[in-house]
């Protein structure tokens, strides 16, 4: 149980251009979804808390106009990054929790590469 | 000083070891604290979360929570060249708040 799974795995694109990366929980309602973002030999670093419903919560620094997170429902958040730069370049990755909220189920990560 | 301390590694062990894995934090907030498992390029996977000071057993991994220390441990028994991976530690203060701070995670490498 608790599978987190993200697409794509793997992006490349072209600066300026926007890409989306989906999350969803397969097998339970993820009341909380966030998004990390992890460089490499880094920590993963939070971006962003989102509800299901409700506005994105951004961490400091974290540019909303830039990274557009959507939680339509349940079982799906989506990150958007607009106009990439290449040092948006980064591994990002979500996880989801439903019920307790220290056990957080991480998705396997999308590496995006912007050219 | 950062609020988590982890020493990044890299550990390489023999097959068998008991391997120790350790992370300091400076928040006395801090109520939740979670070890994840993370292989190259792929998300973490949760291995064990504890809540205040105390131990916790689950098979080969025990959990040691040291409040009154600022100090967390994983340990793993018997370890296995499977385990290789990175480790990360990771703390919430809870009280509603779902914010983990992680660690930088030690890189372990287990030699058959």
């Known amino acids: 149980g608790a599978v987190v799974s993200q697409h794509p795995s793997r992006v490349i694109c072209k600066s300026g251009t926007s890409v989306k990366i989906e999350c969803r929980s397969l097998?339970?309602?993820?009341?909380?979804m966030f998004w990390y973002r992890q460089f490499p030999k880094q920590s993963l670093m939070l971006m962003a808390t989102s509800n299901e419903g409700s506005k994105a919560t951004y961490e400091q620094g974290v540019e909303k106009d830039k990274f557009l997170i959507n939680h339509a429902s349940l079982t799906l958040s989506t990150l958007t990054v607009t106009s990439a730069h290449p040092e948006d370049s980064s591994f990002y990755i979500c996880?989801?929790?439903?019920?307790?909220?220290?056990?957080?189920?991480f998705g396997p990560g999308t590496r995006l590469t912007v050219t | 000083q950062k609020e988590v301390e982890q020493d990044p590694g890299p550990l390489s062990v023999p097959e068998g070891a008991i391997v120790s894995l350790n992370c300091t934090y400076s928040?006395?907030?801090?109520?939740?604290f979670m070890w994840y498992r993370q292989y190259s390029r792929k998300g973490p996977e949760l291995l064990m979360y504890?809540?205040?000071?105390g131990n916790k057993e689950d098979g080969r991994f025990t959990a040691q929570v040291d409040k009154s220390s600022k100090y967390i441990s994983l340990f793993i028994r018997d370890s296995q060249p499977s385990d290789s991976a990175t480790y990360l530690c990771?703390?919430?203060?809870?009280?509603?708040?779902?914010?983990?701070?992680f660690g930088k995670g030690t890189k372990l490498s287990v030699i058959p």
């Open positions: 097998d339970f309602q993820a009341t909380t």
């Open positions: 990771a703390m919430s203060e809870g009280a509603g708040s779902y914010q983990l701070t």
């Open positions: 928040n006395s907030a801090f109520q939740y």
């Open positions: 996880s989801a929790t439903s019920g307790s909220p220290y056990e957080q189920y």
């Open positions: 504890t809540y205040s000071s």
